[in-house]
């Protein structure tokens, strides 16, 4: 089994567990073991599926400004969970593939496997969401017909990330490729370099 064989059953898994209740305020209930991979897939794809309902929710012209304000610190709180994620992914990669020999011709990758694995848990949110425009019984059907062409597409793009991960991985496995982590930097989260929140000390 490849890693996005793993990956991609567990992230419609989570997408699913979601929808059963379909709120942002439900507890997460993780059916993997703590500490395995699969846990952290779950957790991963969980952050993004609740995301992608506060990004819906935050676009209602309707919505209170206060309210908007709360929820966009949530937002900002969940993109920092995401690369949280993202790092301990790729950390269980790094642990992985820590006693390959590197081949003296080894290049690196423009991204680590752990955010393609990321844009690979989005696409299928995107898949499911898609998937639900075409299923939509009050749409026209040139509504539905465009949906299913842009199904269609990011299924292909499914396929083709899957794909890319895989042979990564693989090369990462012989040594073709290597790994080089860096930690994500976001400056405005950080009140020693966010000048917002220093100039306020």
Known sequence: MTFTQLS?????QAINDYHVVDDVDQPLKNPYEVGTIEYYLYVKNWIDTVQWHFEDIIRDPKIDPEAALVLKRRIDKSNQDRTDLVEMIDSYFLDKYKDVKVLPDAT???ESPAWAVDRLSILA???YHMR???DRKDADAEHIAKCQQKLDVLLEQQKDLSTAIDQLLADIEAGRKYMKVYKQMK???DPSTNPILYGQK
């Open 8 to 12: 991609m059953p567990i992230f419609e």
């Open 187 to 189: 400056m405005y989260n």
């Open 132 to 134: 639900e425009q075409v």
């Open 125 to 127: 949110l995107k898949i």
């Open 108 to 110: 690196i990758n423009t």
